[in-house]
DNA sequence: ATGATGCTTAGCCATGTCGCTAACTATCAT
DNA sequence: ATGATAGTTAGCGACATGGCTAAGCATCAT
């Protein structure tokens, strides 16, 4: 059942702080260097760096160099398997609701004691 | 521009690791006990334990406890935070793409040298 | 009432994460 | 060639994570 998915991991891992999502809305509106992305979250570079080589292993920024100066953009195909994953997840788990509800049942049963 | 969703990060958080993910792939076909979802994993019960109350805590299962028994079953609704944030981010990432394309020339002028 | 069963708690170990400072390298401007 | 600027590396500290064992508690069957 599919249980070995590291990219996921890596994936779900890299949007899973608040930090790193602030970094990927900033980037959302255009390209940005590494100290534009330094200032507004109050982090030092060191710091900034660790998160952006997170959301690069995660495929969900690229980075280039041109002379001192390093750029990162979004990836935006880099969500598709996570939404592909959540998709499917729902799927699954709705055509379940019968099951779900006669536990659901049980458990109010059990609140009540 | 929304840098705090504490749920979010709990959720994304849960979803990260490979073993939650296949606790849930398993409750995907209907509620369990612990002990059920102990034995295909491999793990210990504390282990199965710590992973039931990380996603619990993230709202991704309910359990219930009926005499000894303590039963665990999905809540479709959790992953609809993730599935919206997904969404967003797509719809504006997909937006930018002119900016992002022009970044993309000047990544790869960068990697050609 | 005894023992088996199912879960829970406490606590250990190795490793990972997230922030920092300090010191270094590389580039650009003068 | 000097200094400012942009990024990088190394390494520290506090804490979280993911696994385990051992021991405890509660319930069910006999």
């Known amino acids: 059942m599919a249980k070995h998915h590291p990219e996921l991991s890596l994936l779900f891992h890299a949007l899973?702080?608040?930090t790193r999502r602030s970094i990927l809305a900033r980037l959302a509106e255009g390209p940005a260097r590494v100290t534009d992305l330094?200032?507004?979250t109050g982090l030092r570079l060191p710091t900034v760096m660790r998160h952006?080589?997170?959301l690069?292993?995660?495929g969900l920024i690229a980075t280039?160099?041109?002379g001192r100066v390093r750029t990162c953009a979004i990836v935006p195909e880099a969500l598709e398997p996570a939404r592909t994953?959540?998709?499917e997840q729902r799927a699954?788990?709705?055509s379940r609701l019968d099951r779900l509800e006669a536990f659901a049942i049980k458990?109010?049963?059990e609140r009540a004691k």
Chains 1, 2 share one sequence.
């Open 16 to 18: 899973a702080d608040t």
């Open 38 to 40: 330094s200032e507004p």
């Open 52 to 54: 952006l080589s997170v």
């Open 56 to 58: 690069e292993e995660a």
């Open 64 to 66: 280039s160099k041109d």
């Open 85 to 87: 994953w959540l998709d």
């Open 92 to 94: 699954v788990w709705e």
């Open 107 to 109: 458990a109010a049963k």
